[in-house]
């Protein structure tokens, strides 16, 4: 195990890299703003068996796809997990993690920005101020998660994805759906199917439209303007 490194930790710049963390830790400070433990740049790379905790970031994709992350615990960091784009990039899948009590007031536990066609799968996201949060990922598939956190899910500016069989319990919302007013862009022809809301429902914003629910155990709230 790596304990107390205040410094950024692993950079993943090769193709195809199985990094198997073999049951260790990677642990920093806490209090270092910039540190990331595990910043990945390069395509195909799988990330598993192992916790990583206390830094700013602990995985990052940047301009990487069809990575994976699997049976990893991301705990006590400022974010746990970004996957980033440019709207090319995506095609990875994320599951069986626990990811928790990752709660500075930006913090996600996984966020998607510009990243598309991935999947976020079985896993315990809980603790965290939001637990899944997008900002454009088209055509991804967040199923079969458990969450907790002051919002859920929250996802703006995502078209034709599926969202089902995740059991959600946000204090302020447990799923959201939206998008931005400056630019203009809504989330559109989603599936919202078999979700179990323990509270505050599923709210539709004035910045989304054609989505499609089903089947859903917990209240929905509809702003002006939804289709």
Same mark, same amino acid.
């Given at each position: 195990s790596i304990i107390n490194e205040a410094s950024n930790c692993f950079s993943i710049t090769g193709n195809n890299i199985i990094f198997n963390l073999a049951g260790y830790t990677i642990d920093g400070v806490g209090a270092t703003p910039t540190a990331v433990a595990i910043?990945?740049?390069?395509?195909?790379?799988?990330?598993?068996?192992?916790?990583?905790?206390?830094?700013?970031?602990?995985? *990052?994709y940047s301009l990487a796809s069809n990575g994976t992350v699997t049976n990893m615990t991301l705990t006590n960091n400022?974010?746990?997990?970004?996957?980033?784009?440019?709207?090319s990039h995506g095609n990875s899948? *994320?599951?069986?993690? *626990? *990811?928790e009590n990752n709660t500075l007031d930006v913090s996600q536990g996984i966020g998607l920005i510009f990243y598309h066609n991935s999947s976020i799968i079985s896993n315990i996201i809980k603790n965290n101020r939001i637990g899944i949060g997008t900002n454009n990922a088209d055509f991804s598939n967040f199923s079969f998660n458990n969450i907790t956190a002051t919002y859920g899910i929250s996802l703006a500016e995502v078209d034709n994805s599926y969202i089902a069989f995740n059991n959600v319990s946000g204090t302020t919302r447990a799923i959201s759906v939206g998008?931005?007013?400056?630019p203009p862009d809504v989330s559109s022809n989603n599936t919202i199917s078999d979700n179990t809301i323990s509270s505050s429902g599923i709210e539709?914003?004035?910045?989304?439209?054609?989505?499609?629910?089903?089947?859903?155990?917990?209240?929905?709230?509809i702003d002006n303007g939804v289709n």
């Open positions: 910043a990945v740049t390069s395509n195909g790379v799988t990330i598993m068996n192992g916790t990583v905790k206390e830094y700013a970031v602990g995985i *990052i400022s974010q746990a997990m970004i996957l980033e784009g440019t709207g899948k *994320i599951v069986s993690n *626990i *990811i998008g931005t007013t400056n539709l914003t004035d910045k989304s439209s054609n989505n499609t629910g089903n089947n859903n155990c917990g209240g929905i709230i």
